[in-house]
């Protein structure tokens, strides 16, 4: 009987974690069709006011009113470096769930960084990447929140087109104990506590990825390491 409680209790946590990344996959896509749009009409904006704004440089420059011209071009300058959009990854859906959790971690006074080096084509199927990446930013942001000075570290990489490195590392309150690859909580509710992280690993063991955990008093680190899918490797060589 407590078996079949358990076991019912494990099948529905993944499938929340499943539905929890298909709402958030429909969210980030929408975000990054809304700040594409706005990044198109701000350039627009842009050209418009670039050449009235070079003519004027131009203009103050042949007058000697040098700090004048370097002030106009300047303004210009921002504004464009502002309507530039922001990119971490040159692989679509890695890149909009970072963009997604970066500026929520920015919002929330968390400094994130991000290091990713992926191939532009699929290297992964996007319902189990995009699952990985949101459940374990989202825990890292949940744990930082609170915290002074609180850091996110995520590298992340695909070595010859077959194998997929992950790693997260975020600032702790203390130290999270990890007991036999899962983590202890004292937490009363012990059943929200890491929700992702059953989805995580169940995605990476459907690869037969590894997933390696570890703590100290300052940060709590995640690790992932899988072979990427014969037949997209197949598709990426």
């Keep these: 009987m407590a078996y079949i409680c358990l076991k019912k209790i494990f099948e529905n946590r993944m499938i929340n974690s499943q539905r929890f990344a298909l709402s958030k996959q429909l969210v980030y896509q929408t975000e990054h069709n809304k700040r594409i749009d706005e990044s198109i009409n701000e350039t627009k904006k842009i050209r418009h006011d670039m050449k009235s704004k070079l003519i004027t440089a131009l203009y103050n420059v042949q007058l000697g009113n040098l700090e004048r011209a370097t002030n106009d071009l300047e303004t210009l300058l921002h504004k464009v470096v502002k309507s530039t959009p922001r990119f971490f990854s040159e692989n679509t859906a890695a890149d909009a769930v970072f963009r997604h959790y970066h500026a929520l971690a920015s919002e929330r006074g968390i400094t994130m ?6 191939p532009d084509r699929e290297f992964m199927p996007p319902d189990d990447l995009g699952l990985i990446l949101s459940h374990s930013c989202e ?3 949940e744990a930082c929140e609170g915290l002074k000075n ?11 087109n077959s194998f997929w490195f992950y ?5 702790v309150k203390e130290k999270v104990e990890i007991v036999d690859g899962e983590i202890f909580t004292t937490k ?7 929700f992702g992280l059953p989805g995580i690993r169940a995605a990476v063991e459907k690869y037969g990825g590894v997933l390696t955990m570890d703590s100290d008093d300052h940060s709590f680190s995640l690790e992932i390491s899988l072979k990427v899918p014969d037949k997209i490797y197949e598709e990426i060589r």
Aim: hydrophobic fraction near 35%; charge should be positive; proline fraction near 0%.
């Design 113 to 118: 960084k991000i290091n990713a080096i992926l």
């Design 167 to 171: 790693s997260i590392r975020n600032s």
């Design 150 to 160: 609180s850091l996110i570290e995520i590298n992340t990489y695909v070595h010859k």
């Design 139 to 141: 825990n890292a942001i």
């Design 188 to 194: 009363e509710d012990k059943t929200s506590h890491g």
